[in-house]
C-alpha cells in the first residue's frame, strides 16, 4: 500500500520539485499539491493523507496555523513534515511542539527526501542531534521553567527520568541501551510508557517536555560530533 502524500508550498517550482522526486517512487503517491495554508488544509481533509510537507511561510495561513488545525482536525493518522530553510526561528520551535514529526532542509538531497517521508509514515521522527543542539539553543537558553509542566514529571519513575534526559540529549535508542545495560526492547518500552504518561506524541515532544520542564537546561551537554 502507498503512502499517501501532500506537498504545500508556496513557490511553484519548488513545491513541483518534491512532488516529482517523490512520485519517482513506487511506494509514494502525491494525491495533491497546495500552494497555502488554507489549501493545504483542505487538502488534507479531502485526501487524508499520510504525510503532509508543510512548509512554514505561505499566504492566508502559515505552516504553523496549517500543522496545528489538521493535527488537531485529523481523525486518521496524520503525520507533518516540515520543509524549512533551516533559518532558526520561533516558527519551527512552535511547529514541532504543535505535533509536527520532524522537520527537513530545503536543500536535502532527492534520495534523502523518500526516506524522510517513509520513516515519518511509519511513525518515526527525523531531529538530528546537530540539529538538535542548534535547536534547543535557540530556543531553550533563557525559558523559565513551566511549572505546571515540570508537575507531569511525577507521573515517570526514575529511570523513565534518565531515559527522558537521555532523549533530550539526542540519543538513540542504542546509545541509551548501552548507557544503561539494558536491552534495546526496554528503552523502546520506557519511552512509550513515557508517551503515554505524559501524552505526547512522538520522541520530538518528549525533547521539548525535558526542556520546558527544567528536567534538561540548554548547554548543559554536548550533542553530536
Known amino acids: 500500500m502507498s503512502i499517501r502524500v501532500v506537498v504545500a508550498d508556496d513557490q511553484a517550482l519548488v513545491r513541483r520539485g518534491f512532488a516529482m522526486i517523490l512520485r519517482v517512487h513506487q511506494d509514494i503517491e502525491v494525491v495533491a499539491e497546495a500552494g497555502t495554508g488554507v489549501e493545504a488544509v483542505e487538502a488534507a481533509h479531502r485526501h487524508r493523507p499520510d504525510v503532509i510537507l508543510m512548509d512554514i511561510r505561505m499566504p ?101 527520568r534518565e531515559i527522558m534526559t537521555a532523549v533530550a540529549r539526542g540519543e538513540s535508542n542504542a546509545e541509551i541501551a548501552e548507557r544503561f545495560v539494558i536491552g534495546a526492547a526496554t528503552v523502546k518500552s520506557h519511552v512509550s510508557s513515557i508517551l503515554t504518561k505524559l501524552g505526547l506524541r512522538d520522541r520530538i515532544q518528549i525533547v521539548i517536555f525535558a526542556y520546558e520542564s527544567g528536567l534538561v537546561e540548554a548547554g548543559e551537554h554536548d550533542i553530536g560530533h
Open 60 to 160: 492566508e495561513m502559515d505552516g504553523l496555523e496549517a500543522t496545528s488545525r489538521i493535527l488537531t482536525e485529523a481523525d486518521w493518522d496524520a503525520r507533518v513534515l516540515i520543509l524549512t530553510t533551516f533559518d532558526p526561528d520561533e516558527y519551527v520551535y512552535k511547529a514541532l511542539r504543535s505535533g509536527a514529526s520532524a522537520f527537513v532542509l530545503k536543500d536535502i538531497p532527492p534520495e534523502q527526501l523518500a526516506a524522510a517521508v517513509r520513516t515519518v509514515a511509519e511513525g518515526g521522527t527525523l531531529l538530528a542531534p546537530s540539529i538538535t543542539r542548534r535547536f534547543i539553543d535557540r530556543f531553550a537558553q533563557g525559558r523559565v521553567v513551566n511549572t505546571a509542566v515540570a508537575d507531569r514529571l511525577q507521573r515517570l519513575t526514575g529511570r523513565e
